[in-house]
């Protein structure tokens, strides 16, 4: 969403643009024409959510959300039947058996596996922590090549079984859309350089540990890939992203080259895609991947609490920058595990290795903001449960 400053309930779609860009540049009059139709909804959608803030902050009436229930998994998937007009129909509904149709039960899996690792390993009921119940819509569109999260829903297209297969084929897409409902509801993180592609890459980081948690993956056996399967066979690539290996997720005559940076020496500075933040996220997206290498063990009970309590730590600011992200890293990391804990001093080498460096002596100094005070030293504490 192209918006400075950030507002809540953006629309986050899973599409970077500059993969559509170059759908438009090299793909062929077919692939052109998908994908421009492609954009022109998200266009429209977002026009429409940005009327819709303007009327909610003159105090119009105001759609109401959701009925929140505290304490359980209530999901709900729409058909849309290739159509735009929400809801659709309903498919299935929390404890109802499977459909015969895969993109309604993958949808239903995907949310799931999403609301299980949050309870499980964050005990956090839902997106807003408070019982939110998960809707996703499936069959959006005709060929529609994207999925979004709109602040109260989850949409999934089918894609164009050219270039994209099903939206819902990629559990970690669902973990990594949700997850941008998280970091709304918890962190203050504005969707724009820096501090957006941290928004960007902390969906990653769930989103991945959404599908490690699923298919009960340690760190050295998981994929590290975002959107893996959603390329047909016609793509030279993998997936979207590469956490692991930034900049190598596919490498294609109509998708061009994974634009990724590894680290700090390869920064994209750009006005594009909200001054790059679905590239630049390359950057700490690695840094995690190295934490939890590191670590070892499942990557969620050490490197995603680091990260998740760093998401949520107040001191955790709207402009955030890598640095200052890092250094909350590692005061996490010392929090949870102990000052001079291997798992600080780890997540410390892990930033340094994408050339960010947080000293020992001035970790905490620029942190400590008037009337913020740090946290107290709880060293020696147990790691949390997974
Ligand atoms: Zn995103």
């Not at 759609?63 to 659709?88: C, H, W, Y």
């Not at 989103?207 to 399967?229: N, P, R, T």
């Not at 594009?272 to 690695?286: E, K, L």
Request: aromatic fraction near 8%; hydrophobic fraction near 35%; include cysteine.
């Amino acid at each position: 969403m192209c918006l400075y400053p950030r507002h809540r309930h953006s629309l986050h779609c899973i599409l970077p643009p500059h993969l559509s860009r170059e759908i438009v540049r090299n793909g062929s009059k077919e692939q052109r024409e998908r994908v421009l139709r492609t954009q022109a909804v998200d266009n429209t959608l977002r026009a429409m959510r940005l009327a819709r803030s303007g009327l909610a902050r003159m105090g119009a009436q105001f759609q109401p959300g959701p009925i929140m229930v505290a304490g359980q998994k209530l999901r709900t998937i729409f058909d849309m039947k290739n159509s735009q007009e929400f809801p659709g129909l309903m498919a299935r509904s929390e404890g109802q058996a499977n459909s015969s149709d895969v993109c309604i039960n993958e949808a239903y899996e995907g949310l799931g596996a999403t609301y299980d690792m949050y309870q499980e390993v964050f005990s956090r009921n839902s997106i807003d922590g408070q019982g939110m119940p998960l809707h996703a819509h499936v069959h959006y569109g005709h060929d529609y090549d994207n999925a979004f999260w709109d602040g109260e829903r989850m949409v999934l297209g089918d894609g164009d079984g050219d270039i994209f297969n099903r939206f819902t084929i990629a559990v970690d897409v669902i973990g990594h859309e949700l997850a941008h409902g998280v970091t709304e509801h918890e962190g203050p993180l504005t969707y724009f350089v820096q501090a957006g592609a941290l928004n960007e890459s902390l969906s990653d980081v769930f989103g991945s540990l959404v599908k490690q948690h699923l298919l009960k993956q340690k760190a050295d056996e998981a994929d590290w890939l975002i959107g893996q399967g959603l390329f047909t066979k016609n793509v030279e690539g993998q997936a979207l992203r590469s956490m692991k290996a930034p900049g190598t997720a596919y490498d294609d005559n109509v998708l061009g080259k994974d634009p990724q940076p590894a680290r700090m020496r390869d920064y994209v500075h750009t006005w594009d895609d909200n001054g790059g933040v679905h590239i630049n996220s390359g950057i700490p997206n690695r840094a995690f991947y190295l934490v939890a290498t590191q670590l070892g063990g499942y990557a969620w009970e050490r490197a995603g609490h680091i990260w998740y309590e760093t998401l949520r730590d107040p001191r955790l600011k709207p402009n955030a920058t890598f640095l200052s992200f890092a250094r909350l890293t590692v005061l996490s990391a010392a929090r949870l595990f102990g000052s001079g804990s291997d798992e600080e001093k780890v997540v410390r080498d892990a930033w340094s290795q994408v050339d960010i460096r947080v000293s020992r002596e001035r970790v905490g100094e620029p942190l400590w903001g008037p009337g913020v005070q740090p946290p107290p030293q709880q060293s020696g504490q147990q790691p949390p449960a997974q």
